[in-house]
C-alpha cells in the first residue's frame, strides 16, 4: 500500500483500517499518540493483518518500503508460482513447495483467514493445502521479507477479493474450496467471460446429472504436467483429481484463478449444455446437450 507524503498517524490510520490491516484506524493513532510513536515515511509498503502495531511502527519509522514488484500469472498451479517466485526473488523453487507443505504455517493462516481457509483446513487427499489460494496478481516485494511474509500476501489478497462474494457462496450449493476448484478449471477452459460462464454452468449440469466432468485441465495436474495432448493412457491415471474416472471436482483447486473466473461461477449463464468443444484454431467454444451432437462438433473442429 502506499503512505503519501505528509501523512498524519490519523491518516496512516485510516488507509491501515482501508487496506484490512488493522481493525481500527483510530486505535492506532490513539496507540502512537500514546507511544510517542512518530517520525513515519512515506513510501510503498507491505504489511499484512498478522503483523503488530509495533512491528508497524517500526516499518514505518524505518522506511522500509517495498523494493521491487512481482507479477504472479492467472492461472498458474502452486509448482508454477513456486517456478515464478524462484525467478522473481531469492527463494528457491524447493523453499517454495516446502512451506506449501507445512501444515504448521497454513494452521496460522487459517487463524488469521478463517472463512477463507476453513473449508481447505477439512479438505482431504489434497496435494497442496494453498492451491487456489495465492490470488494472481502484482505483489510489492521487499528483500528482507520473508517467504511466509510473501505468500500471506496473496492469501489476504484472495481473503480481500472473496471478502464481496462470501455471501454468495453462502447462498449457493458450493463451500469456498469447491467455488475456487471449479473456478480454477473455468479459468484453463475459457477464454472470455461469457465463455467462462457457460462452461461453469456445463460443470454444473453435468455434477447433477452424475456424469464426471472430464476436463483435461484435471489429468495434467494428477501426472503433475504442462503438455499439450492428453492421450488415453494418461485418463486412466490413478488420482483423486483424475475428473474422468472420478465424479464431482475433485479435492481442491488445479489452479489459482482469476476474480472473472471466480465471478463466472457464482453467475454462470443458464444452459442445458452438458458438452463443450473449443476450435483451437480461432478459440471459439461451441456447446452440445447431447454426446451425439457433441461428435458432430469435435468432427467439424477438431478432426483435421
Known amino acids: 500500500m502506499t503512505i503519501p507524503n505528509g501523512s498524519s498517524n490519523k491518516m496512516i490510520g485510516e488507509i ?69 517466485i524462484s525467478e522473481q526473488t531469492e527463494f528457491s523453487q524447493d523453499e517454495f513447495l516446502d512451506l506449501m507443505e507445512d501444515e504448521e504455517f497454513f494452521n496460522e493462516l487459517e487463524e488469521n483467514y478463517s472463512e477463507l481457509l476453513g473449508d481447505a483446513a477439512e479438505a482431504e487427499e489434497v496435494r497442496y493445502r494453498l492451491e487456489g489460494y495465492l490470488f494472481p496478481a502484482t505483489y510489492d516485494y521487499q528483500s528482507d521479507m520473508s517467504l511466509e511474509e510473501l505468500v500471506e500476501q496473496m492469501v489476504a489478497t484472495t481473503d480481500s477479493v472473496l471478502e464481496g462474494h462470501y455471501d454468495e457462496i453462502e447462498e449457493s450449493d458450493l463451500d469456498v474450496q ?4 471449479v473456478a480454477s478449471l473455468v479459468e484453463r477452459e475459457g477464454e472470455t467471460e461469457e465463455d467462462r460462464k457457460q462452461i461453469a454452468q456445463v460443470f454444473f449440469n453435468r455434477t447433477e446429472a452424475e456424469m464426471p466432468l ?9 501426472l503433475g504436467e504442462h503438455k499439450e495432448v492428453v492421450t488415453y493412457e494418461d485418463l486412466e ?7 474422468y474416472q472420478n465424479v464431482g471436482y475433485g479435492p481442491g483447486p488445479f489452479d489459482n484463478p482469476s476474480e472473472d473466473s471466480i465471478e463466472a461461477v457464482l453467475n454462470p449463464t443458464d444452459n442445458d449444455y452438458y458438452y463443450f468443444v473449443a476450435d483451437t484454431s480461432t478459440g471459439n467454444v461451441y456447446y452440445a446437450e447431447t454426446y451425439e451432437e457433441h461428435n458432430e462438433l469435435i468432427d467439424e473442429y477438431m478432426d483435421e
Open 16 to 84: 491501515l483500517e482501508q487496506e484490512d490491516v488493522i481493525n481500527s484506524g483510530m486505535v492506532f493513532n490513539y496507540y502512537m499518540k500514546f507511544n510517542n510513536q512518530d517520525g513515519f515515511q512515506a513510501g510503498e509498503y507491505v504489511f499484512s493483518p498478522s503483523m503488530s502495531l509495533n512491528e508497524i511502527a517500526s516499518s514505518l519509522q524505518n522506511g522500509e518500503s517495498a523494493d521491487t514488484r512481482i507479477t504472479i500469472p492467472e492461472g498458474y498451479d502452486v509448482e508454477q508460482v513456486a517456478s515464478s
Open 178 to 181: 469447491e467455488t475456487l476448484t
Open 237 to 243: 491415471v490413478d488420482s483423486p483429481y483424475n475428473l
Open 214 to 222: 472430464q476436463t483435461d485441465i484435471s489429468i495434467l495436474y494428477a
